[in-house]
């Protein structure tokens, strides 16, 4: 039996696949990704902060810079961030005193959110961190700047 189901997993990657992980985009993304955040968390782990939290408190900072209110909804918008996963993740931020989560007077559901100074600190800190991680992994492909960052953007 397991010489025929091998013969029968040969047979699909040979015919359905492009023969081996590291042949698919997807995978290949999939593992760098992961590589990726594994790298961030093991950075910022003194900071006791993790990958997921430094890029929902970047992603309020950066949507809060005008002044105008966030809120949650906006930030699992730009992120492309399940709004659980946000809800989640602005709790853990708000309990570590990084945040401040407050009722919007006009939609009760929906709460508007701020950095505290604590948690521009925060950023102060971790943002540097998070970019030599990214330089020393991605090189050149890091640039700002680059093709490759507007390409995968665009996807």
């Known amino acids: 039996?397991?010489?025929?189901?091998?013969?029968?997993?040969?047979?699909?990657?040979?015919?359905v696949s492009f023969g081996a992980p590291e042949k698919a985009v997807g995978f290949v993304l999939w593992r760098v990704v992961?590589?990726?955040m594994r790298e961030v968390d093991r950075a910022l782990s003194p900071l006791e902060l993790t990958h997921l939290q430094f890029m929902t408190l970047?992603?309020?900072?950066?949507?809060?810079?005008?002044?105008?209110?966030?809120t949650q909804s906006e930030v699992a918008t730009n992120g492309d961030i399940h709004p659980m996963q946000v809800s989640l993740m602005l709790k853990a931020l708000e309990k570590k005193g990084l945040i401040l989560r407050s009722r919007n007077q006009a939609d009760v559901r929906a709460k508007h959110l701020e950095v505290t100074s604590d948690g521009v600190?925060?950023?102060?800190?971790?943002?540097?961190?998070?970019?030599?991680v990214q330089q020393r992994l991605?090189?050149?492909l890091a640039d700002a700047e680059g093709d490759f960052l507007k390409t995968l953007l665009h996807l």
Request: a positive charge; aromatic letters at 8%; hydrophobic letters at 50%.
């Open 121 to 132: 600190a925060m950023l102060r800190q971790s943002l540097p961190i998070v970019m030599l």
């Open 58 to 70: 970047a992603m309020v900072a950066w949507l809060g810079k005008t002044g105008e209110p966030v």
């Open 138 to 140: 991605f090189g050149n």
């Open 1 to 15: 039996m397991q010489k025929k189901a091998a013969a029968a997993l040969r047979e699909v990657f040979e015919t």
């Open 34 to 36: 992961h590589r990726y």
